[in-house]
């Protein structure tokens, strides 16, 4: 009866506490990248959106990413070359917990020591159709050799080298993992790979660009043109585009749903992203999502954007603000303005003063040369035309002359 009980305990209990696995390391050397695989049964896929990391209780920047492989989760990031203790926090998900749907948080601590690693990676894991690379660095201050499971050579770098280590798709072959090692540290990229000759690919397509890191002026609006593209082998149907909720109130597109897209084709789509009155930054994905009867395939447009306070644009970047003239207490010039400008919303704001267009100095100088060889022609044409004309004949004087 004892081990009757027991063993209902553990069934009860054992879902429970492997509802998610969470696969990292403790503790990492600064500057090592970071691979951690997630395993669960996600109502809704894990997104870069939903991962964030933190130094104790405050929120850090890294660069990372995320990505399902073989029904489980892999996330990279290349870690900080500062010692502390970290966390990598799962947030706005939907799992199976059990017979139950669980909204909690997944949090795994973790700490960079005070040793550096050997060299970084980037990424920390490959999904391909074609052949791959994987750029290193070398983080000591002497000479490392990199050894792989996959090519034969030995990568050597110099302190500092930063290289790209190619692999073939032939040479990965069937291979789930890409080992990358020295004697100190050994990485474990996850790979995976597909060909068109498997019929993996019949059913494919992709935003080009796949990413975009937008900064922009409080207050203002910008634009950005994004294609869809059928890299398939079949043509696409009733294509519907959403958009994360961290960019709904900043990001809205010219297009929502796509009737057909045929292969080898693709479709234009404006954004349009606005920003508020406050200098943040706010991370998404606008999700295009095309489903029949058999499967549902996804592709995702990465978009960071950052208000900042006065942010100017560089040339050939367009940013309009939300406001207009008026609301910044400014001018919209017929002429040419003597302060700074802006683009509001109901044209180019003159922040300053509007004076007349100053005339170019180099046209005056034309000007007057004009006029002064006018002046000069005339002279000549007059002056030339009454030199040689005769005097009249006086009769009367050549009368008086023969008395």
């Known amino acids: 009866m004892r081990k009757i009980i027991i063993l209902m ?15 990292i390391k403790s503790e990492f050397k600064q500057g090592e990248t970071l691979i951690a695989k997630v395993s ?6 894990i997104l870069k959106e939903n991962i964030f990391f933190y130094r104790g209780h405050v929120r850090v920047p890294m660069e990372y990413n995320v990505a399902k492989i073989d029904n489980e989760f892999y996330i990279y990031a290349l870690l900080p070359e500062t010692q502390n203790d970290y966390s990598i926090s799962i947030e706005d ?14 949090v795994r601590n973790f700490s960079i020591n005070n040793d550096t690693a050997d060299f970084f990676i980037n990424p920390g894991f490959i999904i391909s159709e074609n052949d791959s690379e994987i750029t290193v660095q070398n983080l000591q201050n002497e000479k490392i050799n990199i050894k792989s499971n996959i090519n034969e050579d030995v990568v050597t770098l110099i302190s500092g080298e930063i290289k790209k280590i190619y692999f073939k798709l032939e040479d990965i072959g069937q291979n789930k993992i890409i080992e990358l090692s020295t004697n100190n540290l050994i990485y474990e990229i996850p790979i995976y790979t597909f060909s068109d000759k498997t019929g993996d690919k019949e059913r494919d397509f992709r935003f080009e660009p796949s990413i975009f890191n937008v900064s922009m002026s409080t207050n203002s609006e910008t634009t950005r043109i994004v294609y869809l593209e059928n890299t398939g082998k079949k043509t696409l149907e009733d294509i519907s585009l ?16 796509v009737d057909e ?26 999700i295009a999502k095309e489903s029949n009867e058999n499967s549902t395939i996804y592709s995702y447009l990465a978009i960071n954007l950052d208000f900042l306070k006065d942010y100017v644009p560089s040339d050939g970047e367009v940013s309009t603000t939300s406001a207009t003239c008026l609301e910044l207490e400014g001018i919209i010039c017929d002429l040419e303005c003597s302060g700074e400008t802006k683009h509001a919303k109901d044209g180019v704001c003159c922040l300053g003063e509007c004076s007349e267009a100053k005339e170019s100095s180099t046209g005056k100088i034309i000007g007057w040369i004009i006029v002064l060889l006018i002046i000069g022609f005339l002279y000549w044409f007059f002056k030339n035309k009454y030199r040689g004309t005769k005097k009249d004949i006086d009769l009367l004087k050549i009368a008086k002359g023969k008395k």
């Open 242 to 257: 959403s958009v994360s909720d961290s960019l709904k109130q900043y990001v809205s597109f010219s297009i929502e749903e």
């Open 9 to 23: 305990i553990l069934l009860l209990v054992f879902p429970i506490i492997s509802s998610v696995e969470f696969d």
């Open 40 to 45: 669960g049964n996600f109502i809704k896929p």
């Open 261 to 286: 897209l045929k292969k080898d084709s693709s479709i234009k789509i404006e954004l349009t992203m606005s920003s508020d009155d406050e200098e943040k930054q706010v991370e998404g994905q606008i």
């Open 93 to 106: 998900i939907e799992y199976m917990d059990g017979r139950e749907v669980s909204y909690k948080d997944i």
